[in-house]
């Protein structure tokens, strides 16, 4: 018969043992623990729900996104030439699906309505079962998704919104951001601006009245007025107004030689060919050519402008004109699909589709709150824009921001932005905290 | 007095495409009681018969040139319109007067659109209450607006004015105002263009045995139809009019604004308050209210008188027409028994 006799060391040793053999089946099973998290695939696919601009006046914008999520859904499922797969820096894609689960999709129609976005958002989380939610060509919209999904547990990878705001005070923890924003286009172009037009010129903002247009023309005037550049004034225009020569005409007797457009889309076609009626490319102020600027470009929408962007500077987050691995192998794969160069809101949702599937490799679990921790801080590279890091802090992407013009000898009728610069990511990086905002709990919800 | 003379300029141009969709607003009114709300779309489709025939001309003849290749690997394609490589110059020519010349084609579709509507939709609800008129015309403009859509896209479609009035005029050296006082070519040739179809209209209602025909059926149909003149088929041609003037509208503002498919529903309601003011029924009404607002919404949008009452520029049609409905009930030149009943 033996005795038994613990000594203190060996309590210490059965201690931190059993700590040991505690914790472990945690780490080995993180996916499984929670089972109630919301939409928690259970067969062998999984549910992703692409919420675009189906109808409305963003519809175009709206179905580029669907092609590039369609083309993303087959590279994740190993059809294809894999794409951006092939090019990404981080290699936990295998081409079989999410975590071995095959990828399958659902589409909702935001009609660039807020609450028209949040209805559809909500279907495809309630009846469809969708995991995650991304798309959308408009920050309203986005902010209201976001909302959403914060409430809901369901992660939310933003479309195009380019406002201070989706990543800035409505910030949530359950929403990404891979657009770049006003702010960034300010710190981009503020220095061409000053490098191609001077640093003694005056600005006159026309701006569409609402949260967009609001933060776009405070970004640019902080850009300018910090070259040295004066403002003659900022004017409100109603969104949509279509004719703007009313509020063109003023621009002219302003002592202004520099028009700002902070217009996006119908009302930035309609305000710069009117402009351009106006004489406002041949005229001549302070002894200076009068010049215009539209910050956010898009080549959708630089389309609908047709001659009348020759020569216009702006920023734009990505163009199929890149010559690096990854924009070249995006455009090969969407343009042998489709038949022409994919959009920017067409990459960035694309690459969004991807950086959630590889975060749910990486995390080895669809459990949010892990997906979360895997996209906070991940540092990428391959996607089409130069080293990127999706930031903790604000779940902003801070990656190169291109400077294009209005191209004066296009070759094909894609052929409308001309890369002027790319401007490197230190330029473009700022302090998380100017904006406020409170990024919110990660809790997983159920649904 | 340069700002007042382009905002003055800028008001008469827009309220020239006002004073266009109103009146045949008050043209449907007056003969056949009916409120369309598918006007706007008829402005929009007129438009688009300008694109469709820019389109048609800019046919182009695909050559493939497996030399060189596109950025995603395909051959590239070398197009050139045919309407250049069959007619030389002439063909420039027409590619270049695109708009101008689409008036000829547009007329006789915007014509038959126009009956059609009224025959085919339109003649069946001429008993019905005007709210069942309202959702009928309203319902027919989205049905119309998703067909353009769908064929076209969402997105603004340019369409170039011709290269001679491409640039802008220099009305400071015509008026002896000194050097940099400009004004957009097209904008001129729009207002010139609606003052001449506002007096077609009017001389063909005034001059013409048929128009005086229709005219007395505005007044009284009951009347006019005793006396054995078919006067409902008359009102159908004059829909096809009404019809045929929101599309003349539409196709000449194309260098203004590039359309896309919502353009008519953005002219639609302020030229409901422009028919109103006018007053109802009245063709002289809706022309003055057409021009009237039109250049006051362009003053309000000054500067000057942004500062001292800001957000005016949004409110300003409203609250004049808030103003005549309550000095003047029936606008400013309304009948007296028009929508009293």
């Known amino acids: ?447 | 007095m340069d700002a007042i003379l382009l905002q003055l300029l800028n008001g008469l141009d827009k309220g020239g495409a006002y004073a266009l969709i109103a009146l045949g607003l008050t043209l449907v009114f007056g003969t056949l009681g009916v409120v369309n709300f598918a006007h706007g779309a008829l402005f929009m489709l007129g438009a688009f018969c300008a694109v469709t025939f820019n389109k048609l001309l800019g046919l182009e003849k695909v050559v493939v040139d497996e030399t060189q290749t596109t950025a995603w690997g395909t051959a590239l394609e070398i197009r050139t319109p045919y309407i250049e490589s069959w007619f030389g110059e002439f063909g420039s020519f027409l590619l270049n007067y695109s708009v101008p010349v689409s008036i000829i084609v547009a007329i006789p579709v915007m014509l038959v659109i126009g009956i059609v509507m009224e025959r085919g939709l339109i003649k069946h609800f001429y008993k019905r209450p005007h709210a069942d008129q309202i959702l009928v015309t309203f319902g027919l403009a989205i049905v119309l607006q998703e067909i353009i859509k769908h064929y076209f896209g969402a997105n603004p479609i340019p369409q170039a004015a011709p290269a001679a009035v491409a640039g802008s005029a220099d009305i400071g050296a015509w008026l002896g105002l000194g050097d940099g006082l400009v004004y957009p070519w097209w904008r001129l040739v729009y207002f010139g263009f609606s003052a001449a179809v506002i007096a077609a209209v009017f001389a063909f209602l005034q001059f013409t045995t048929y128009g005086m025909v229709v005219r007395a059926g505005m007044r009284d149909s009951e009347t006019v139809g005793l006396l054995g003149i078919n006067i409902q088929k008359r009102f159908t041609v004059v829909f096809g009019i009404a019809a045929v003037v929101a599309g003349l509208a539409g196709v000449m503002y194309t260098p203004i604004l590039p359309p896309d498919y919502h353009m008519g529903m953005d002219f639609l309601v302020l030229s409901f308050v422009v028919v109103v003011v006018g007053g109802m029924g009245s063709l002289p009404g809706a022309v003055l209210a057409g021009f009237l607002l039109g250049v006051l919404q362009s003053f309000a949008s000054m500067n000057a008188v942004m500062t001292i009452f800001p957000g005016i520029n949004q409110i300003i049609i409203y609250l004049v027409a808030v103003v005549i409905l309550l000095t003047m009930p029936r606008g400013l030149l309304g009948r007296e028994g028009v929508m009293e009943d």
């Open chain 1, 1 to 447: 018969m033996s005795k038994f006799t613990m000594t203190r060391r060996g309590l210490l040793k059965a201690g931190a043992a059993s700590g040991v053999a505690l914790a472990a089946p945690m780490s080995f099973v993180r996916g499984a623990y929670a089972q109630d998290f919301c939409n928690m695939p259970t067969g062998g696919s999984v549910t992703l729900g692409f919420n675009v601009p189906q109808s409305g006046p963003y519809a175009d914008e709206g179905a580029d996104e669907l092609r590039a999520y369609q083309l993303a859904t087959k590279h994740l499922n190993g059809e294809g030439d894999g794409g951006l797969l092939n090019t990404f820096s981080s290699k936990a894609l295998k081409g079989n699906g999410i975590l071995g689960k095959k990828v399958e999709f659902v589409t909702g129609d935001t009609q660039t309505k807020s609450d028209a976005a949040r209805a559809s958002a909500k279907r495809m989380i309630e009846k469809d079962g969708a995991i995650m939610i991304t798309g959308g060509s408009s920050s309203g919209v986005a902010v209201a998704v976001q909302g959403l999904c914060q409430e809901m547990g369901v992660i939310f990878m933003a479309g195009l919104t380019h406002s201070n705001d989706t990543t800035g005070k409505d910030k949530r923890r359950y929403g990404f951001r891979h657009f770049f924003n006003a702010y960034q286009s300010g710190l981009a172009l503020g220095p061409i601006l000053a490098e191609e037009l001077g640093k003694d010129r005056t600005a006159y903002h026309l701006t569409a009245d609402y949260n967009w247009g609001w933060t776009q023309e405070e970004s640019i005037k902080d850009a300018t007025e910090g070259l040295g550049w004066q403002t003659a004034n900022a004017v409100r225009t109603p969104l949509g107004a279509g004719d703007f020569s009313q509020y063109l005409t003023p621009v002219l007797n302003s002592g202004a030689d520099v028009l700002i457009l902070n217009h996006y889309g119908k009302d930035m076609v309609n305000s710069l060919t009117q402009a351009v009626q106006f004489g406002m490319r041949e005229k001549q102020v302070n002894g200076k050519d009068f010049q215009i600027v539209v910050p956010l470009f898009s080549r959708l929408m630089a389309q609908g402008a047709g001659e009348n962007i020759k020569g216009i500077l702006g920023t734009t987050n990505w163009n199929w004109s890149l010559q690096d691995e990854g924009s070249k192998a995006f455009v090969k794969s969407f343009g042998q699909e489709y038949g022409f160069p994919p959009s920017q809101a067409a990459q960035t949702c694309y690459v969004q589709a991807l950086l959630y599937a590889d975060a749910c490799e990486r995390a080895g679990t669809f459990y949010p709150p892990e997906v979360i921790k895997a996209l906070e801080g991940f540092e990428f590279d391959g996607m089409g824009n130069g080293a990127t890091l999706y930031r903790g802090a604000d779940h902003q992407c801070f990656k190169e921001v291109l400077v294009v013009k209005g191209n004066e000898n296009p070759q094909s009728q894609f052929d409308l932005l001309e890369v002027v610069k790319i401007v490197p990511r230190e330029q473009v990086t700022y302090d998380a905290s100017i904006f406020g905002g409170d990024l919110g709990p990660a809790d997983a919800k159920t649904c």
